[in-house]
């Protein structure tokens, strides 16, 4: 066990405010960095060396998480920006100890995210024509259908695409994500975080009120609606399609907000980073361990919208019999036969405006165990095309995205 103390001094000239207003960041930190463990903060009561007015201490389970903490754009961010232009002096103390098998304290748990994806909601500018295109280049069945509204499954969960008419549209407009919570305690505690993070709590989307027990919706820094509720309603049984997706895994965001979308879900919602490639893409997973259940990127100036969505194949011969229907009807297939580095699946991913997203289609996708879950260390990887997909020969060969 690592046990990490800073005690620091404030500069004299600082006023009140600005003192609260950086405390209270540091106390937002374990939110943020879910391998903090008794964290505590507070002023300074020595009567015998005043010399420090506030100290904090945490304690991480390996020096590794202590450095990725201390290394992360984040924490330096805090230091530079924040701590550094107001704090007149500091000393930090980082020491190992084992824990003694009559040791009282006990862990806390750490912070719960969302359990997983569900649906992503989309306005069309052609209700009939996504349908069609849905149904036979993603595998999905239509189970409600309205003139105005329709809602696709793949497995037993209620629906994982809701579709809206939106003839004034001329492309396909993902408007909402929606993702299950573990229990009712956990959907509490995400509501708490936003609420103290001063962000406004919405009423989940009126349908989705009557297809689950308990949510609510809150719009991330791009202002896209996000929906987290408990005990989404389910079939008995899965489609009777064989050739058909087993899962949604995870929307991929792209934003001019890169920081304040990462703080948002991270911090607020509690996705875990999984992985990051440097100056350009961080993954999240949730609590059903995919390897990512979101991913989000740094926009190179096309604005901000959800990239892809990604669907889970039962094999990679079914990704390639999709992948043939794709080339039978002209579709455009954007991106062809991409072994991903980060989650180990192969994929490929088809586009066509109209209809939305592009959809990726793969066969496969890295499913941390409990353990690896707990105490995963985010890689750091370089901007290369090798650490996005394995089948690139060399670090400038960026041709297929």
């Given at each position: ?21 950086l405390l209270a960041e540091l106390d937002g930190f374990p ?366 060969d960026w041709g297929r995205f």
């Amino acid at each position: 066990m690592i046990h990490h103390t800073v005690a620091f001094r404030f500069q004299p000239e600082v006023d009140q405010p600005t003192i609260d207003a950086l405390l209270a960041e540091l106390d937002g930190f374990p939110a943020e960095y879910p391998a903090m463990r008794r964290w505590s903060s507070g002023v300074n009561r020595s009567a015998r060396d005043d010399r420090f007015t506030h100290a904090f201490s945490v304690e991480f389970d390996t020096e590794a998480e202590l450095v990725a903490y201390l290394s992360s754009a984040r924490h330096e961010r805090f230091v530079t920006e924040v701590f550094r232009p107001v704090v007149a002096e500091r000393a930090i103390v980082s020491y190992e100890y084992t824990p003694s098998a009559g040791d009282a304290m006990t862990q806390p748990a750490r912070p719960h995210g969302p359990y997983g994806m569900e649906y992503a909601r989309i306005e069309v500018p052609d209700l009939d024509e996504t349908i069609e295109f849905l149904e036979y280049h993603v595998g999905l069945q239509v189970e409600e259908r309205t003139a105005e509204r329709a809602y696709l499954r793949t497995d037993i969960e209620h629906h994982c695409i809701e579709l809206i008419a939106a003839p004034h549209r001329e492309i396909g407009h993902t408007v909402a994500v929606g993702y299950s919570v573990e229990n009712a305690e956990v959907l509490g505690q995400i509501q708490k975080r936003v609420v103290d993070a001063g962000l406004e709590v919405l009423e989940l989307e009126e349908r989705q009120r009557g297809l689950c027990d308990d949510g609510f919706a809150v719009r991330d820094p791009d202002g896209m609606l996000v929906e987290l509720f408990v005990e989404f309603q389910e079939y008995a049984e899965a489609p009777h399609v064989e050739l058909r997706p087993v899962d949604l895994v995870h929307p991929f965001l792209i934003t001019e907000k890169f920081d304040e979308m990462v703080g948002f879900y991270q911090g607020v919602l509690g996705f875990m980073a999984s992985d990051h490639v440097v100056g350009s893409t961080t993954f999240f997973r949730c609590e059903d361990r995919y390897h990512h259940s979101l991913a989000i990127s740094r926009s190179r100036g096309e604005g901000s919208f959800v990239g892809h969505l990604c669907f889970a194949m039962k094999s990679l011969d079914h990704v390639m019999r999709m992948r043939a229907r794709a080339l039978y009807k002209d579709r455009p297939i954007v991106s062809d036969m991409v072994n991903h580095s980060a989650s180990t699946s192969i994929a490929f991913y088809m586009h066509d405006p109209k209809y939305g997203p592009r959809y990726e289609l793969c066969d496969a996708h890295r499913v941390f165990t409990p353990e690896e879950h707990e105490t995963h260390r985010a890689r750091k990887m370089t901007a290369d095309p090798r650490n996005i997909d394995v089948w690139r020969p060399a670090s400038d060969d960026w041709g297929r995205f």
